[in-house]
């Protein structure tokens, strides 16, 4: 007998497509500083493909927590490394304002979904 699968708000679920995405433009980031060589001369050109993975790892980990808030806070804070990004090659500006605008749409319309969907749960009685 399989158990029930746990309820996701809309924030998570919303969260967790947006960060899924980005994992992969991130990787592709990645390989972008590699073959750009836009890493400084003292930095291997590898680490560059180094870096977008292990982004592109963190971001698909934290989908797993992102029911908790502090998952949520951990998303805000991979955003903010993809901005830093951008002073290496500022084409991943643009990735972070449109993934970074995605997410901030996700997280907080998604939590006022959340809301109105528990005040109209709490309201409801029974046989309605």
């Not at 708000?9 to 836009?38: D, P, Q």
């Not at 560059?48 to 908790?68: D, P």
């Not at 830093?84 to 996700?106: H, S």
């Amino acid at each position: 007998m399989t158990r029930p699968r746990r309820a996701r708000g809309a924030r998570e679920s919303l969260a967790s497509v947006v960060l899924g995405f980005e994992s992969i433009v991130v990787f592709l980031g990645g390989l972008v500083v590699y073959g750009l060589g836009a890493l400084p001369d003292s930095v291997p050109d590898a680490w560059g493909i180094a870096a977008g993975s292990i982004l592109a790892v963190v971001m698909i980990l934290t989908v797993g927590v992102l029911r908790h808030s502090w998952g949520i806070g951990l998303g805000w804070a991979l955003q903010l490394v993809v901005a830093v990004g951008a002073i290496l090659v500022p084409a991943l500006g643009i990735v972070a304002l449109v993934f970074g605008g995605m997410y901030a749409y996700a997280t907080i319309k998604g939590g006022e979904l959340d809301r109105r969907n528990a005040a109209r749960a709490a309201d409801a009685t029974n046989g309605d």
